[in-house]
């Protein structure tokens, strides 16, 4: 198999829609052996009518994992389109949190029609999809799966790699074993995890030793309810390829693999990048948007910013005197209010990623302050003195030379300062810090710098 | 073990450090148990010294683990601090792709000492760590291991449990078994990789079948120059816990695990973030680093952007006539290039993200180049209705209020095409699309945005 050859079969498939009738015996050669996630790939660049035949092509083998990697709209295309029983029976073939994922995905009529059918072929994986769905999107119980071997502590290692080998062939990892103990709870069976064990820890121990001797009980769990970028970090932090999931009992409901939690990281990572350049994430890939698309990811935000803007507009006709007395002034208008949108937008980056990464917390908001005041006395001193030297240089007065060099130390301190604030804030709140995207600090910075700096010219001009 | 306690640890371990004297066995307790990832986060936050004495209690079996996860700077002080036999020591029990990056993140001069010692320890290890690091940093070859298991593909699956069982201890992942054929090139035993069995396609096997029969022999696979960028994609792409690695004759290198992937995918996220804001990334925690890392992190940008600022002067000092004569003009300089830069940001971040996801390639430049001149259009257009009714409610005339609607189309259709087709042109000459960030799109839209406004003001106000 060629990875990475999916632009290759795109343009294959292309040709061989174009050609009338559509060769379908020629469309199936060129899918056999293909992997799932470059048919998903390819499809998402074809027209949907002919993704659409791609995917009827596809076997029902890779179809499931097919419709678990394509994007959110094509899913919701596919599943109005094929047969209920068709996706039923696809979903049934994908570890259950993946079918949640599809079925969370669906229309809301298709989504109850889809667990019906489910419910047909299998009640108990209907069960856990709805019970997958109950939880919060975004947190660790939208993300689990049930399917991962339990042993129990009186197991000997010989007895447990038996259990392995018979294990249900559903399930989702090998290479983490949970031990359990199990609990009546009124009339529902609980199980209380004591301990987790590698199977290279198996493989290391001696066959007639108890696994309760071998296994580790310091354990890292996370809670149904906890967020899924938590998760994420928890698992890069610990380098684990699975993290137990317990219920609001404490007992054990599932496990997250880390399958999953690689493709959150790039997603949310993708979030915040956009977020950064105020256009809003919606998960399609750029050139299967429409112009149409495009415009209503980005316009609410560059409205509200030029909506934001216009307070500029304000500040200077506030000044309109000042201006036309000294029309060199505006001369610098750009080169202030630029640089200090800059200084803002790299404190708000770096203070939002600390964020994210755990480095930063609320308590922490005096002492970034303080740091981000001295880092902008010295940023705006050093910008300062070129800003003077270059002032000279153009032959403009020294007096307003150093109007420009002042302004510049003030308004650059005043975006570190909002910079390190707003963010911190935000999360304190409760907001995603990352909604204080750096165009947001930049327009705020531009109307008050605006206003340091004709005020500072006001009084040392004498204007 | 409770995940996520660093923060108490270290608040503890402080108040322990600031009695005097020292008292290390409360130290030692504190220890006891903690999970090498949380004492490499406490130690982060401590004094060096102190971070020193902390490094110095925990027990060799976790110390290695906890160099493991240390920043840079601290594994050179560390490495510069201790005797280099306890590093070499502590760097044989690690897998050897992390200890190659310990040693890689060492002083020269500690390097070669630290190799010379792990030579006396482990030759094979030592020789093992060498040939990683003769590979470029960011490519497969510094990140593979050669610790996994290898099967004939003569073996039954029996036979296959068994080898299992005897493995080296030491192996990274049983996960993935991968069967080889060995050949003879000179005097190097080289191995041929034919399949690949995953340790669940074992257990379903009826234990008297071959393995040639139960593996996969369709492979995805990367050479040891591979980006590694591009096998984190790869990984995320085709949901796999390792990847193997050919060498440059086409033979089986070593293979890399999911975990140094997640880590991978974290660190190159937060490059690209950083750098969209113009700060420098240098793994460090924001807390670590003092005023003076901080500055130095950020002043070149801030101060070539700086530069690049001036050009707006220049623009403005060349319209200084028109500006006289109708100061109204300069109320609109800020909002216009505001909005330019915004409209340019949005479109680069998209863009360079569309790249990085491998969902753009240099092929459709013209593609692209023709969607944002229509999205520029459309997004212009909006905003130029709004800015002018704005306009004339501020009381400027129908003929300025013509002149900033016009401006606002060109400037936003002009802030999209170079948005789009800067990032392009970097990925073409080989640079990372990334460098050209937000902020320097919006800066290069400022002065040219200038001078088309003042360009259509000359023309239509007769200026």
Same mark, same amino acid.
């Given at each position: 198999m060629n990875a990475g050859n999916a632009d290759h079969l795109t343009d294959q498939l292309q040709s061989l829609f174009n050609d009338d009738p559509v060769r379908e015996p020629a469309v199936e050669t060129l899918l056999r052996d293909r992997h799932p996630a470059d048919i998903a790939e390819a499809m998402e660049s074809l027209a949907r009518p002919d993704a659409l035949a791609v995917f009827e092509i596809v076997d029902d083998e890779r179809a499931g994992d097919v419709l678990d990697e394509l994007d959110p709209d094509m899913v919701r295309y596919l599943v109005g389109q094929a047969s209920p029983e068709r996706i039923a029976d696809l979903l049934d073939r994908l570890p259950m949190d993946d079918a949640a994922e599809v079925v969370a995905e669906a229309d809301?009529?298709q989504k109850?029609l889809l667990?019906?059918r489910l419910?047909?072929r299998a ?46 062939p559903d ?8 031990? $359990? +103990?199990?609990? #009546? /709870?009124?009339?529902? *069976? ?6 987790? &064990?590698? @199977?290279?820890? =198996? ?20 809670? $149904? +309810?906890?967020? #899924? /970028?938590?998760?994420? *970090? ?6 684990? &390829?699975? @993290?137990?999931? =317990? ?12 399958d999953d939690?690689v493709d959150?990281?790039l997603e949310? +990572?993708t ?11 919606n998960e399609r890939p750029y050139l299967s948007m429409g112009v149409m698309g495009t ?169």
């Amino acid at each position: 198999m060629n990875a990475g050859n999916a632009d290759h079969l795109t343009d294959q498939l292309q040709s061989l829609f174009n050609d009338d009738p559509v060769r379908e015996p020629a469309v199936e050669t060129l899918l056999r052996d293909r992997h799932p996630a470059d048919i998903a790939e390819a499809m998402e660049s074809l027209a949907r009518p002919d993704a659409l035949a791609v995917f009827e092509i596809v076997d029902d083998e890779r179809a499931g994992d097919v419709l678990d990697e394509l994007d959110p709209d094509m899913v919701r295309y596919l599943v109005g389109q094929a047969s209920p029983e068709r996706i039923a029976d696809l979903l049934d073939r994908l570890p259950m949190d993946d079918a949640a994922e599809v079925v969370a995905e669906a229309d809301p009529e298709q989504k109850s029609l889809l667990l019906s059918r489910l419910n047909e072929r299998a009640p108990a994986d209907a069960e856990e999809v709805r019970e997958l769905l109950s939880y919060k999107e975004g947190t660790a119980g939208r993300l689990m799966t049930d399917k991962f071997v339990r042993l129990s502590a009186r197991l000997t290692v010989e007895e447990a790699f038996t259990a392995i080998r018979h294990a249900d062939p559903d399930v989702e990892t090998l290479t983490d074993l949970y031990v $359990v +103990d199990p609990v #009546q /709870e009124g009339n529902r *069976r609980e199980e209380r995890l004591i301990g987790v &064990l590698s @199977l290279r820890d =198996l493989v290391r121990a001696a066959p007639d030793r108890g696994i309760d001797e071998v296994m580790a009980r310091d354990l890292i769990t996370v809670s $149904v +309810d906890t967020d #899924q /970028e938590d998760v994420a *970090r928890l698992i890069e932090k610990y380098d684990c &390829l699975a @993290l137990p999931v =317990l219920d609001r009992n404490g007992y054990l409901a599932g496990i997250i693999t880390v399958d999953d939690v690689v493709d959150i990281l790039l997603e949310e +990572d993708t979030e915040d990048y956009l977020r950064l350049g105020a256009v809003e994430s919606n998960e399609r890939p750029y050139l299967s948007m429409g112009v149409m698309g495009t415009v209503r990811q980005r316009f609410g935000w560059l409205l509200l910013l030029f909506v934001a803007e216009t307070a500029t507009g304000f500040v200077l006709r506030h000044f309109e005197d000042e201006i036309s007395r000294a029309v060199a002034l505006s001369f610098f208008v750009p080169l202030l209010i630029g640089t200090g949108g800059n200084a803002g937008a790299q404190t708000v980056t770096t203070i939002t990623r600390a964020l994210a990464l755990g480095e930063l917390r609320y308590k922490d908001g005096l002492r970034v302050l303080w740091r981000e005041t001295r880092t902008g006395m010295l940023l705006g001193g050093m910008l300062a003195t070129v800003g003077f030297i270059r002032a000279l240089l153009w032959g403009t007065g020294t007096q307003l030379a150093l109007v420009v060099a002042l302004s510049m130390v003030v308004i650059v301190i005043w975006a570190n300062t909002v910079g390190s604030l707003l963010p911190i804030f935000a999360k304190r709140l409760g907001f995603d810090p990352a909604v204080m995207s750096a165009p947001f600090i930049t327009t705020l910075v531009d109307a008050t710098g605006l206003f340091f700096y004709f005020s500072i010219a006001r009084v040392l001009l004498n204007l």
